[in-house]
């Protein structure tokens, strides 16, 4: 069974909308982390944030945003008043302390800014 | 610090021919990922390493492929022999310790297999 599910493969927004982005994971065990990565066009992944499975405080970074809830397990992302430059690749990723801590990605989700 | 180096950026050639990977760390960083990135799997993990030891090689698609640290500071993915299949966008990662620290990515390297 996959870990990390991001059911939205592709979304595409006009600027300045709100988007969510999904992420429901999978583990048994109960120290975790979960994080996102960002993929823009030029390739390179670039980290947004870690969670433990400790702490359940939401996260606000700029336009950006994280809701962690345990109890439907799942570590969603918000972009608020989206710009062009938003449009990559977004990963959400689950790293397992009974799994050695390696890192699985969920199959990401495309996010397209339109001007 | 230059971060994470990969090279080449961009690798072509044919089937059958022996390929391989290299990646340099970031200095102090104690663990190493190798991953692959296909449209259709998503990003894999290959193999991780900890201070130079082979962690975890579960990801490693066959024995075509190989994997090696020799140094904190370099590590190799080669595959021997090459087929279309292995045409995808390799990255390599670094963190402080482990899968549970924010992962440093390398640009990727860019390999096609005719």
């Known amino acids: 069974a996959q870990k990390v599910t991001q059911a939205q493969t592709e979304i595409s927004v006009v600027e300045k909308e709100d988007v969510t982005l999904d992420c429901v994971y999978e583990t048994r065990d109960t120290t975790y982390y979960l994080f996102w990565y960002k993929q823009p066009p030029s390739g390179e992944l670039v980290f947004l944030i870690r969670?433990?499975?400790?702490?359940?405080q939401n996260e606000i970074s700029g336009r950006y945003s994280w809701n962690f809830q345990k109890s439907t397990s799942s570590f969603n992302f918000t972009i608020t008043a989206s710009q062009v430059v938003d449009s990559a690749v977004y990963f959400c990723a689950l790293s397992e302390n009974n799994a050695g801590n390696m890192l699985t990605f969920g199959g990401g989700t495309r996010l397209m800014v339109k001007p | 610090d230059a971060g994470v180096i990969q090279s080449p950026r961009h690798e072509v050639t044919e089937m059958g021919q022996e390929v391989t990977l290299r990646c340099k760390p970031i200095s102090g960083h104690n663990s190493l990922f190798w991953y692959r990135q296909t449209m259709m799997r998503g990003l894999e993990l290959l193999i991780y390493f900890n201070n130079n030891v082979p962690i975890d090689d579960s990801g490693m698609p066959e024995d075509r492929f190989s994997a090696k640290m020799p140094n904190a500071s370099f590590s190799t993915l080669k595959i021997q022999p090459s087929e279309p299949r292995d045409s995808a966008v390799y990255f390599c990662?670094?963190?402080?310790?482990?899968?549970?620290?924010?992962?440093?990515f390398g640009s990727g390297t860019q390999l096609s297999v005719l």
């Open positions: 990662a670094s963190s402080p310790e482990g899968g549970w620290e924010k992962l440093f």
């Open positions: 969670r433990n499975s400790f702490d359940e």
